[in-house]
């Protein structure tokens, strides 16, 4: 492990003067375990992202007709208004059930390798997919959704000019690429990504003794590239395994993808951009405050416990993952017509 | 009642030819019955609307946390992406609880003499108190909406730019007030309104005609002034009492708010700018198809049966009203703290 710049001693009596030497060897490690977000909308996988795909994904992210019950929309878990997650510890779904795991944030989730807390999505259209057709949280079916969008002309002629040269363009499909292409746009551009482009105003001193920290501590090990996380797979407790509050037994995590032994409660690094809007934390969402959630990490992922003043510039640090939401007009939907399936609340049994 | 212009024998050889004078007469007629959106938000009682205000009043219409679940917001119910109203017969609310009545549009709702489908808010400032706290909505108290407030000092600025000259302005009072100065920039302009300002080519012919039989019918006497109703309380069944899956037997409308042998039955005339946007239609939701709709009124309230072309035109002249909705961005709101009180969805006893 390299030895920290910025704790050294040092670095205490220097921080009134100049500290661009030390910025840059400080950037010159980070750069190697973090990468900015970029400027434009990254390729995505047979997915073309054109203006006419992400304004028909926007309108499909809001529309709550796309649930059974036309009460929820991709929107509503995924609240771009309150950093793209909902604000609870599970999400409240179809006839008030629970759904199992915490609501990640949509934002940047297009850097991510793969989507859900234990990645059982290769793609954002992979996993738009899901919440669609899951029992407790959408309830909605692909059929019942085909027929809701051919019966209203105008998303007819929105997935036409977003899928042209296509005979049906009104697929389950397309209706998962167009949201991928939407999600695609919803990048936040943070005061970190200035200061590891160059900016060396854009982090205090104490964010960027935060940042030191955290790769001294060995947090980036696992929570590193674009999305701080979001690109590769640990048991939750590694070290140490927390409390049954923290890492219920009945959620085995990937296990329950790969039915493999070792894959016991090992879940997706979560993505740490904008992690300050997002409480509560971990896939359990039992844990409300920050800081309480970075000590749960040292000592269950690092066998480490954390110094307070550590822990506080951790978070500190993790403050400047908190960016710049894309500007989003509210979308006007088409209005249904008599074709239009009604929406039900009703629960199906299993 | 007066003779019908545009049914007159000669309407029909004119099409073809200038229709000037024959516009003039028409918009004499409606300008005694209707009245254009203005161009300007409304002056409120008591309320001041500021840009301050009205931002807040955004972010509070738009802000989930509003309700104890952390699942529905104003916009839930009366969602500016689809008409301002949820398109359901009757909403969804807290616990999965169906509410009584059908969610009226907020859209132009200012220009309501009062609100709530029996009139029982003077204004929108009392509404918004309403869903807030009833059970079967939002479920929250206004302690714990205060709380929630105060929580996040992103809001308490908000409020205190809001209320300037105030000690303690998070109050739910100045919650309410900065609602209804939102929603009173929820004007839409509609090609209507185009027509009664003097632009004769807004409406077409058969648009023309269904105002005509519009107002020949009788229909004006009800759903007149700026918004097509809103402003008057009507027996649904003034002459012929639907059948009960149209008017339930067990809601009495504003004989629960008079309690007043003559208000059984009684509803305020719907207001019916942007109507083809907000089906189903009347109090109990139960009507999806606007035909229909316009159809039941006519035998219920007029003893009249409308010819089927004369339906078709009165439709054609309704979708004039269907307006131009203002550019919302939707907002960002401040996160939640230590303090905020967590969400709950769970349902207590009344």
């Known amino acids: 492990m390299r030895k920290s710049i910025l704790l050294s001693s040092s670095f205490i009596a220097l921080l009134g003067?100049?500290?661009?030497?030390?910025?840059?060897?400080?950037?010159?490690?980070?750069a190697d375990m973090f990468k900015p977000v970029p400027a434009t909308v990254p390729a995505l996988n047979d997915n073309i992202v054109t203006p006419e795909k992400v304004d028909l994904?926007?309108?499909?992210?809001?529309?709550?007709?796309?649930?059974?019950?036309?009460?929820?929309?991709?929107?509503?878990?995924?609240?771009?208004?309150?950093?793209?997650?909902?604000?609870m510890p599970?999400?409240?779904?179809?006839?008030?059930?629970?759904?199992?795991?915490?609501?990640?944030?949509?934002?940047?989730?297009?850097?991510n390798d793969a989507q859900f807390w234990d990645g059982r999505a290769a793609d954002l259209a992979e996993q738009a997919k899901g919440p669609v057709q899951a029992g407790v949280e959408m309830a909605n079916t692909p059929d019942n959704l085909l027929a809701t969008l051919n019966s209203m002309p105008q998303y007819v002629d929105w997935f036409n000019a977003a899928f042209p040269d296509t005979d049906d363009p009104v697929t389950f499909d397309n209706f998962a690429k167009a949201i991928e292409a939407y999600e695609a746009t919803l990048i936040t551009p943070a005061p970190f990504d200035a200061w590891l482009n160059g900016d060396d105003g854009a982090l205090t001193a104490e964010e960027k003794r935060g940042l030191d920290v955290f790769m001294e501590a060995g947090c980036a090990s696992c929570h590193g590239g674009v999305n701080f996380g979001g690109n590769g797979y640990y048991p939750f407790g590694l070290v140490e395994r927390p409390g049954a509050d923290?890492?219920?037994?009945?959620?085995?995590?990937?296990?329950?993808?790969?039915?493999?032994?070792?894959?016991?409660?090992?879940?997706?690094?979560a993505p740490l951009r904008n992690i300050a809007l997002t409480a509560p934390y971990f896939h359990s969402g039992v844990v409300w405050d920050l800081e309480t959630a970075v000590e749960i990490m040292?000592?269950?992922?690092?066998?480490?416990?954390l110094a307070a003043q550590e822990t506080k510039?951790?978070?500190?640090?993790?403050?400047?993952?908190?960016?710049?939401?894309?500007?989003?007009?509210?979308?006007?939907?088409?209005?249904?017509?008599?074709d239009t399936p009604r929406p039900t609340g009703e629960v199906l049994p299993n």
Chains 1, 2 share one sequence.
């Open 17 to 30: 003067a100049p500290a661009f030497a030390q910025d840059d060897e400080l950037r010159s490690y980070a």
């Open 90 to 111: 599970t999400s409240i779904g179809h006839g008030w059930q629970q759904g199992p795991r915490n609501s990640p944030t949509v934002l940047n989730s297009v850097f």
């Open 57 to 87: 994904g926007k309108a499909l992210f809001f529309d709550p007709r796309m649930s059974a019950s036309g009460v929820f929309s991709c929107n509503s878990c995924h609240n771009l208004a309150t950093g793209g997650d909902d604000n």
């Open 298 to 305: 040292a000592t269950s992922q690092l066998g480490t416990d």
């Open 246 to 269: 923290v890492l219920p037994e009945n959620d085995k995590g990937r296990y329950q993808v790969t039915e493999t032994a070792s894959d016991q409660y090992v879940f997706r690094a």
């Open 313 to 338: 510039s951790i978070v500190a640090f993790l403050n400047t993952l908190t960016g710049e939401i894309p500007e989003v007009v509210y979308p006007v939907l088409p209005p249904e017509t008599a």
